[in-house]
C-alpha cells in the first residue's frame, strides 16, 4: 500500500513536471516570434565591449585567450565552461556573444 | 516518548522529493533563460597532449601524455562531459635500455543538468576544494608542471551528485559562486573514490578581479578526517600579473600545506608579449607523530618539505605553450634540483557539422 501511494505520488511530479516543462518551450515559442531586428551599432559595440571585459574578468584568469570558433561549438565549450568556472547566467550569455562575433 | 525509525524507503522519496522540487524550480526558471538557447551547440572533442623531460634529483624521466575531453550537449540544459587521461613514464635502466610505466584514468565523467542559479551534476567528478583540481590541473593551463604538494592532502575525484553555481550577489560587483556535493565509496582501481562529503564558497570581485574562498571536506570511511582549505586569486587590471595561492589542513595523517604563485606576462615589452615568467613557492608540514611506516606510505606527504620554483612559459599561439623550469627542493635528507621541459598543444574539433561561421 505504501509503495503504491509512492508511485502515484511519482506519477503525479513526473506529470507536474512535464507540464511545467511544456510550459517553457511554449514561452520559448513565443519568443521566437519575429522581433525588431534594428539594434543600434553603439548598442552593439557596448554589448561586445562588455563581452570581452567579462571574458578577461573570467576566462583569461587561468588560461589564454582561444581562438573564435563557429556559433554551435563555442556554444558546446561556453556550457562546458559554465560549469567548470562557476560563471552567472549574464557572464555566459556576455561571453558567448562576444566569442561569436 | 514515540521513537521514529526512519525507513530507507521513506528517506528514498523524501531525496526524490527534494530533487525533484530542485528540477522543477529549474525548468521554471529556465523560461527566461534564453542564454543557452541561443546557439544549438554540438559535440566537441578538446583536450590536451604534452611532452615533458622532467629531472627528479638526477634522475630523467620522459613522460608524452594525452587528455581528450568529450563535450556532449543535449537539448539546452543537459551536458554530459567526460576526460581521460593516459600517460607513458619512461627512463633509462642500468643496463642502458629505456623502461617505461604506462598509467590510464578517467578524470572525469559526469552528467550537467544546467539551470540559471545551479547546475545539478551526477557521476564521477573532480572534488570541489580550492581551486588547483578544477580550474588550474589540465597541463595545458598550469602555469608550473609540478603539482603542488599540498594538492593530494584531500580526495581529488568524487563519485556520487553536486550542486554548484554562480550568481551576482545583488549587484554585479560581487559574484558568489559555490558547490557542494556528496560521494560514495569506490574501490576500482581506475576510478577509486573516498566515501566524503564538502563544498566550497568563493566571492570574486569582478572589478578588481579578486577572488577569495574556503573549503570544507569530510571522510566518512576509516579514521574519517576532514580537511579545510582557503583560496585567493587576483590579476590586478594595471599589469599582467597573476597571484594564486592555496592553504590546505588535514585533521589526519596528511599534514598541512600552502602555495603561492605568481606569473607575469611580458606583454608590455616590445617582442616579448609571448612570454610569461613564473614563481612558485611552498611549505608542506607533515603531521606529527607518524609512523614510520605510514610516512613512507605517504610518500610526499610523509615528509617537511619547503620547495621554490622559477619558470618560463612561451605561446606559440593560442593553443601550443614551451614550458621550462627549475625548482630546489628541500626536504628532510632528500634535497633535490627539479628541472622540467616540455611542450603542451590544446586541441579543438567538432564531432558534428558547425554550420559554418566565422
Redesign the interface.
Known sequence: MKLKSFSAALVMMVVVFALASAKTRDAKDDSAKPAATSQSTQHDQDLRLEGEKRFHSNCSRCHAAPPKFPPRMMGTIVRHMRVRAMLTDDDVRYILRYMTQ | MKKYVLHP?KLT?VY??FL?LM??CG??Q??D????????????L?GSTAYFTRVNGGKVQDAPTVSPLL?L?IGDHL?I?SKAGLSDTFSKNAQGDYAGTVSYGMAYAQA?Y?T??A?F?AGRFTTPFNIYG???APN??RDLQGTPISVPITSGAALGGMV?????LGT?KV?L???TYFSTANTNHILATDRSTGGRI?FFL?GP?L?IGASFQQVLQQDRPHAVGTHF?W?PNAFPL?LRSEYTRSSGTRGSGYWVEAAYRLSQIPHMGATELVGRGQQFFAAANLAPAVAKKLGPLGVDTNEGDWGLNY?F???V?ASASYGRQFALGRNANLWTIGMTY?F?M?M?P?????
Not at chain 2, 533563460?33 to 566537441?44: G, M, T
Not at chain 2, 554548484?164 to 551576482?168: A, D, K, N, Q
Open positions: 524507503w522519496s526524490c522529493l525533484f528540477m522543477l525548468g521554471i529556465a523560461q533563460d534564453s542564454s543557452l538557447a541561443e546557439v544549438k551547440p554540438v559535440p566537441v578538446t563535450l550537449p551536458l562531459e550537467d544546467i540559471k542559479y547546475t551534476t578544477e580550474r588550474l595545458w593551463i554548484r553555481g554562480g550568481l551576482p554585479d559574484h559562486n559555490y558547490a568563493g569582478p578581479r577572488e586569486e590579476q597573476t605561446y599561439g593560442s593553443d605553450r590544446r579543438v567538432p558534428w558547425t554550420g559554418g561561421g566565422l
